[in-house]
């Protein structure tokens, strides 16, 4: 098959183009509604707080709800090991990158770079492309990223050791809540209390099949993650100064590197440890992967270069900049990785 071939498959395939410009056009109309003053101040904040408290737990929940095999289960460890391995990785290799930097900058840099927006651009799209399964992964997936992001993120920009308050976040926010519980049950359905449902026998806590008067309203809730996101992210850049943002040089630099570095980074080493066999990744594995490593800045990390008044303006420069070329590219990394998959390099 060659490359004319298999970019027409990709091309007719419904879910994907769907997929890609229902993010992009959506994106596009959330900044319509702010520039027309029909979203106003605060609007973004809004529907962001209602994504992360309600939508994204209910869709990290939920995408736990399916059965359990071996290869499903290696693969959600073997995510677990990437995630934490590649964190520390980036942690040393932005060191590297941003060497001709010092102070502030530098680390701004460094932090902005390894951390992207995962759980609020990322895990969306996902969804819209990938489905539960992916959404499992890469929730599997983040798990390190909670971890780093509360507490190495948190001691290099603040200049303290990371507080009580700092890992309650880690740990007790409600999205890692439901990561953990949806996990636990996936795991430990088979020895959990069985309920007999026709001629098969499901864990109590499976409610997709034990309760699913509970079940469907989740599932309206997730449903909302996607759209709510791209109007948010819409209406954010609607907010920003893109001719400030442009004139900066250190963005141009950051972007290129967070949206399109990153992930290829990811891409490279996942390709070696799959084909060597020492920790292998599916493909919904490696698009998980890859989708969450091309996203822009993470707000959190924006959060507290802003507290911290550490490079604020540059941090806010490059949150709008990488958020354009992310909008711009993750359509491209969504082909390219349909072109791996038609190589069959992946399971």
Known sequence: MNFSEILTGILKNN??????????????????????????DGTAKILTDVIL???????????????????SLMQGINLLIWGFAIYIILIFITKLIYIKYNGDKKVVLEILTTFGSTTFFGIPIISAVYGATGVMYASIFNIAYRVFLYSYAYIKMS???????????????????ATFLG??????????PQITIGEKSYAFLRIDKTAFWLFKPMTYLAALSSPLAWLAIGAKLADISLVEAISSRDS?????????????????ALYILTVTNILPISFVGLASVIIMMATPTATVAAAYAIKFDKESVLTSNCSLLS????????????????????????M
């Not at 879910?15 to 106003?40: C, D, H, M, T």
């Open 183 to 192: 996990m636990f049950i996936w795991v430990f359905q088979d020895s959990l």
């Open 15 to 40: 879910s994907i183009v769907g997929a890609i410009s229902s993010s992009v056009l959506i994106i596009l109309f959330g900044f319509y509604l702010r520039r027309k003053g029909v979203f106003k």
């Open 159 to 177: 200049g303290i050791k990371a507080d009580k308050n700092n890992i309650k976040q880690m740990f007790l926010n409600s999205i890692v809540l």
């Open 323 to 346: 958020t354009i070329f992310s909008v711009i590219c993750m359509p491209l990394w969504i082909v390219v990785l349909e072109i791996i998959k038609s190589l069959n390099i992946y």
């Open 53 to 71: 408290s309600a939508s994204l737990p209910a869709l990290a929940f939920n995408a736990f709800m399916q059965d359990i095999n071996k290869t």
């Open 252 to 268: 141009w630099i950051y972007s290129f590197i967070k949206v399109l570095v990153v992930p290829f980074i990811n891409l490279i």
